[in-house]
């Protein structure tokens, strides 16, 4: 699950990891009311306004309406409203967000942290996250702060630094020390990134994350280190141990039709294609996806219907995918080891009845446990589905619709 920058501040502050201030605002009255207040506790004269969507790029992006950039600087109380409603309500179109964009409900009023003193600030990035491969955590930083990590590997991996942790020892002093030593940081500044280092690490593993990502770190004028933006993406799997995180979850910044998906138990992820397929199981979703592209055409979506498919999921799965309007065919792979392939296809019969018109061509291939009385009921039931029993025979049948 991923959260807004504003909530993602919050969980590291509790934490104790020291963060760029600020105040989330809805309107923009209430930025005017967070800037005044921000005055108030940190003394701030200029001023941040961040959008807040689920997406990266925001200060390079672009408010389609206004021509805003999604992160501005407000070098007065009196510039914060009318750069506020240049952004909110507005549509952000980032490299993240593609040409569609996001709107922009909330913005976070945060001070200015780039304030003169007796050093340059200086921009980090640092990042935690589980390394598969090596089945432990590892913590990534760079020199190379407010650039996207992809560029840098790409074009100066040698900037990157590694350090991966033990999880039956955790974090230890020395490599946090190893880290900051390899930012090159010194005194006071040193000291500051190690106690960060440990505060970010410990909010990773409290709060059962996949992803923390701040960019950038800033070391301030007068050698503070600061969170200025945070990513975090927490794990699906574990939030029923944290209720008060799952309850910051947006759905207004998700796919509707993954949102509804999951609400019906479904796993469903969306793409580009033009054949939508339901599947029982990852690893035959992903076979399928590839008879489809060998067949000629491209899957619209990833949908996995689970071990426990009945006449609710599948009807919940195929309205789903007829909500894509670029769908021109649906291929249904089913493999009957729990569930019966019989059970699917009355499943099937009955969705199809229940939405009523179905334009769009539907193949079914059932395997399995009664895999023949699957297809007997599919073919005898007088609907415009189409039966395959062999993968080839359903690819080629794809083949054919879409011709």
């Known amino acids: 699950m991923n959260i807004h920058e504003y909530q993602a501040k919050d969980i590291l502050k509790s934490y104790g990891v020291t963060i760029q201030e600020g105040i989330v605002a809805d309107t923009p009255e209430k930025a005017v009311e967070a800037a005044k207040e921000l005055n108030r506790e940190t003394g701030t004269e200029w001023y941040v306004v961040k959008a807040q969507i689920h997406a990266g790029g925001r200060g390079k992006g672009k408010v389609q309406e206004t021509g805003s950039n999604g992160v501005v600087l407000a ?7 009318p750069k506020s409603e240049a952004i909110l309500g507005g549509t952000l179109v980032t490299h993240q967000t593609g040409a569609e964009g996001k709107k922009v409900n909330k913005v976070l009023i945060a001070q200015d942290v780039y304030y003169p003193g007796e050093s340059e600030p200086k921009e980090y990035y640092l990042s935690i996250l589980l390394d598969r491969a090596k089945g432990c955590n590892v913590i990534m930083a760079s020199t190379e702060g407010g650039m996207d990590i992809e560029t840098v590997a790409e074009e100066t991996p040698e900037k990157i630094v590694k350090e991966w ?13 190893k880290v900051a030593f390899a930012l090159g940081l010194e005194g006071q500044a040193f000291k500051e990134m190690v106690k960060f280092i440990f505060s970010l690490y410990k ?5 059962d994350s996949s992803q923390f990502e701040i960019n950038p770190v800033l070391k301030t004028s007068d050698n503070k280190i600061l969170a200025v933006d945070a990513k975090v993406n927490l794990d699906d799997n574990a939030l029923y141990r944290h ?12 796919d509707p039709l993954e949102v509804e998906a999951g609400q019906n138990g479904l796993n469903y992820v969306k793409l580009d294609g033009n054949v939508g397929c339901m599947v029982n199981g990852a690893g035959l979703a992903m076979a399928t996806m590839d008879i489809i592209k060998l067949s000629g055409g491209e899957p619209a979506n990833f949908l996995d219907v689970g071990g426990g498919a009945n006449a609710q999921t599948v009807e919940a799965g195929f309205r789903i995918i007829l909500k894509d309007p670029n769908v021109k065919a649906i291929l249904i792979n089913i493999f009957g080891g729990i569930v019966r392939c019989d059970r699917v296809a009355n499943g099937v019969v009955e ?21 023949e009385e699957g297809a007997k009921i599919i073919d005898e039931s007088g609907l415009k589905v189409v039966s395959a029993v062999v993968l080839k025979d359903a690819a080629e049948k794809v083949k054919e619709v879409l011709a």
């Open 75 to 81: 070098k007065s109380l009196d510039e914060v409203k």
């Open 165 to 177: 942790i033990d999880p039956a020892v955790g974090l230890q002093g020395f490599q946090a020390r």
């Open 203 to 207: 909010a990773y593993e409290a709060t």
């Open 243 to 254: 209720k008060d995180i799952a309850e910051m979850r947006d759905l207004s910044e998700e």
């Open 351 to 371: 969705a199809y009845k229940s939405i009523g018109d179905i334009d769009v061509p539907i193949i079914v291939r059932l395997q399995g446990t009664n895999a």
